[in-house]
């Protein structure tokens, strides 16, 4: 017999990991706090529940995906009244801090209850293809129990024992494909004042510039793992004044310019302190430094 869970949330991606339990065959509980939400998911199959203590009680596993951590905590606290917590395993898909994660643990822990600390590097419509990652950590035996049960949401990768590694990775993850978005539209919008379209932007930059991204990413760890930002190619100085160029382009035209303004902020500082000829990747130190 399938491993029964639950779901709390129902949002865009809470909605969208219960399909993904229902379409694997996987019994499914759901819950959420605007009960319309769960009307579809009935429709599909799924059991809805009238309280999240209920909820959470049905089955040993509940996955949490809400909007924000807080929510997550008001949720448990009054689930935690019912005295339904004790060997419970909390999946919680909620982008939250290191610390975030490190205190839900540990307070679960006192309940008698673990935590896999989970993140969802994808968006809804994409969960379940074979392209598609969802990072987990915590206690091993967690993960390993429910391994299966995981993988019907997309295929699961372990981060280790320290619960707060997926909300590290999700957190850099989420910050660098986030500017990564905006300085995409900052570049089309600017290239579309001149008649070169979004889409023939994408046609020509976007493959070959996600491959050329792929190599600099390698080549740039490998500089970091080595401790050494000596180069025979592009160096700070090079992305420089390909950035100034962009940015003052982009100012003529009436564009703030704000994501290259502030690249090219960074560049100055690291060639006001010498590091002109070095990496891009050099940056790093700059950054650990927090400097």
Not at 34 to 52: M, N
Not at 73 to 96: H, M, S, Y
Not at 158 to 167: H, M
């Amino acid at each position: 017999m399938s491993k029964e869970v639950t779901v709390i949330g129902l949002g865009n991606m809470g909605s969208a990991l219960a399909h993904r339990f229902l379409i694997g065959e996987y019994p499914t509980t759901v819950w959420n706090r605007t009960a319309a939400k769960a009307e579809p998911l009935r429709a599909s199959g799924a059991k809805v529940a009238p309280d999240a203590a209920s909820a959470i009680a049905s089955n040993d596993i509940s996955v949490i995906c809400l909007e924000r951590h807080e929510h997550v905590v008001e949720i448990l606290q009054a689930v935690d009244r019912e005295k339904v917590l004790e060997g419970r395993t909390i999946v919680n898909l909620t982008l939250g801090t290191a610390s975030d994660a490190r205190t839900l643990s540990d307070w679960l822990k006192k309940r008698g209850a673990g935590l896999l600390s989970g993140m969802i590097h994808d968006y809804p419509a994409d969960l379940g293809g074979p392209n598609t990652l969802v990072s987990y950590a915590g206690e091993h035996r967690l993960y390993e129990a429910n391994e299966e049960l995981l993988s019907a949401i997309s295929p699961p990768r372990y981060l280790g024992a320290d619960v707060a590694a997926a909300n590290i990775v999700g957190s850099a993850g989420a910050a660098f494909h986030n500017l990564a978005l905006g300085s995409f539209y900052e570049s089309v919008a600017y290239a579309d004042h001149f008649g070169v379209s979004p889409a023939m932007l994408l046609e020509t930059i976007g493959d070959h510039g996600l491959e050329l991204l792929r190599r600099a990413f390698r080549t740039g760890v490998e500089l970091i793992e080595r401790g050494d930002y000596t180069t025979d190619q592009a160096a700070v100085r090079t992305h420089y004044d390909a950035a100034i160029m962009a940015r003052e382009d982009m100012r003529q035209i009436g564009q703030s310019a704000d994501l290259t303004g502030a690249l090219c902020q960074q560049l100055e500082s690291a060639i006001a302190a010498g590091d002109a000829d070095l990496a891009i990747a050099s940056l790093y130190e700059r950054h650990r430094r927090g400097g």
